[in-house]
């Protein structure tokens, strides 16, 4: 993170730069502000700027619903017929409306008991094994990473007041529910490129 005097001294310096281009030059083009026209010379300077603006933390988050299927250990365990209820807050009753129609959904929760350790870890082998070659944790599906979101496609079952039956979902028992979103085809179904060892 760059402080705000080293941004601007870097804007000043690459605004003079686009100021003293002439008419004619390959670099000269119509824009409407001086800022289009310093992005265009040093694409870096908006990028900073950016990330300069950027919340450390981002505390206004709440969960909606908690899931509920007995499970409190996933060693070893085969998700695919495990049943689940995702309970929702009894105001979010209304906001289920319509959700039975869909056959699967996005479940995506908070994984609150990955360590600061695994909120800390970066790189990793991906399933534990040292035939993998290691990678950045945002090229896994670890749940140890900064934010420990995990997001699920899975079955949906039935919707009965503010209760959602799934199967499938891999989150173990009272984890927080941050959202669910229906599963589109024509939107989320896409033809995918992978790695040899994510294979």
């Not at 601007?8 to 502000?33: A, C, F, I, N, Q």
């Not at 699967?104 to 094994?129: N, Q, Y």
């Not at 699920?152 to 989150?171: H, M, Y």
């Not at 927080?176 to 589109?184: A, G, I, R």
Request: charged residues 25%; negative net charge; contains cysteine.
């Amino acid at each position: 993170m760059k402080p705000r005097a080293v941004l601007w001294l870097r804007s000043v310096y690459h605004w003079h730069k686009v100021r003293d281009t002439r008419p004619g030059d390959e670099t000269e083009v119509e824009m409407t502000s001086w800022r289009e026209r310093l992005r265009l010379v040093n694409p870096s300077v908006a990028r900073d700027a950016a990330l300069h603006g950027l919340p450390d933390r981002i505390d206004d988050l709440s969960p909606v619903a908690v899931v509920r299927n007995g499970i409190d250990d996933t060693s070893g365990r085969v998700w695919a017929q495990v049943r689940s209820e995702l309970i929702f807050r009894p105001e979010f009753g209304p906001a289920l409306d319509g959700l039975s129609g869909f056959s699967h959904l996005f479940v995506i929760g908070w994984m609150g008991d990955v360590t600061d350790e695994g909120r800390a870890l970066l790189k990793l082998h991906p399933s534990g094994g040292e035939d993998t070659p290691e990678v950045g944790v945002f090229a896994t599906r670890t749940a140890h990473r900064p934010n420990p979101i995990s997001i699920s496609i899975c079955p949906l079952e039935s919707v009965d007041g503010n209760v959602a039956r799934v199967i499938g979902l891999d989150l173990v028992n009272g984890t927080p529910v941050l959202d669910v979103k229906p599963y589109v085809t024509f939107y989320d179904s896409f033809d995918s490129t992978i790695p040899k060892w994510a294979e």
